[in-house]
């Protein structure tokens, strides 16, 4: 693999935030002896410097393809990057403390893009389940995003899902009853406004008591009755003939006066 050593450099010193830095004391290639260095993470590159405050890394490691496990060396806490292959180096490091060690242990095994990978799968796999929901909910009214299809507009074939239809409730004085529908049997509510019943459901409020008209209002009534008009046809012929004669009148203004 082919890098460019001063974009490199540049990635590594420029101002974006690092997924892990400090020192770790690294074994020599040739020899075995420890050196240590500053090392800084970031994305899947691990860079080390001599110093914290060098401007150019002294190398890089690119975390693909391998394995992140702990070893045994002369060196407490110590751990090795492993890569696959007869001829691939191994990295052996080591931390200055057992908090430190697990910390990069655990930074290194997730900097790879096969982790960040199974992660993504995981993610889209449970973002699939809660838009589903589970697998043993309703099988019938499941359906994998691929495969939906546009249905007839209908009640879907799920019982589980669908609601309770309302009973038609009998009529008094032209009102509802609620107290009377059928199925239902409730005390009736006394408090004088809507509650809610023992399951939760909101009640509505009570029907007003049917008001008994004087002999007054019943008589003024019948008189109402009697001197309006009693079919839809003398209606319609009175204010048709109404609706007639304006548009008669409509038309002459607009022809303007005859001459």
Excluded at 30 to 38: C, F, I, P
Excluded at 39 to 54: A, D, I, P, T
Excluded at 117 to 127: D, T
Excluded at 166 to 176: Q, R
Aim: proline share 7%; hydrophobic share 30%.
């Amino acid at each position: 693999m082919k890098l460019n050593e001063r974009s490199l450099a540049f990635y590594a010193t420029c101002d974006s935030p690092a997924d892990n830095a400090g020192f770790l004391y690294k074994r020599g290639e040739r020899h075995t002896a420890y050196h240590r260095r500053w090392f800084v993470l970031k994305g899947n590159m691990l860079f080390y410097f001599e110093e914290r405050e060098s401007r150019e890394p002294v190398g890089v490691i690119v975390l693909e393809g391998c394995t992140v496990e702990l070893c045994e060396s002369a060196e407490e806490f110590a751990f090795a990057i492993r890569f696959g292959g007869t001829k691939s180096r191994t990295y052996v490091l080591a931390a200055e403390s057992q908090a430190a060690m697990e910390s990069w242990v655990k930074s290194l095994s997730r900097a790879s893009f096969d982790y960040m990978r199974l992660v993504v799968r995981e993610l889209e796999k449970q973002l699939e389940e809660m838009r589903w929901g589970p697998a043993s909910g309703c099988r019938g009214c499941q359906q994998s995003p691929g495969s939906w299809k546009p249905k007839a507009s209908g009640p879907e074939r799920c019982p589980e899902r669908l609601p309770a239809l309302p009973t038609i409730l009998p009529k008094e004085n032209g009102c509802a009853v609620w107290n009377n529908a059928q199925g239902v049997d409730r005390p009736p509510n006394t408090s004088g406004c809507g509650g809610h019943d023992s399951e939760g459901n909101l009640r509505p409020p009570p029907v007003p008591p049917r008001r008994r008209a004087s002999s007054s209002e019943a008589g003024s009534a019948r008189v109402a009755v009697a001197e309006s008009p009693s079919t839809f046809c003398q209606l319609h012929e009175r204010y048709g003939q109404e609706v007639a004669q304006l548009r008669q009148d409509w038309l002459e203004r607009r022809r303007g006066p005859r001459l």
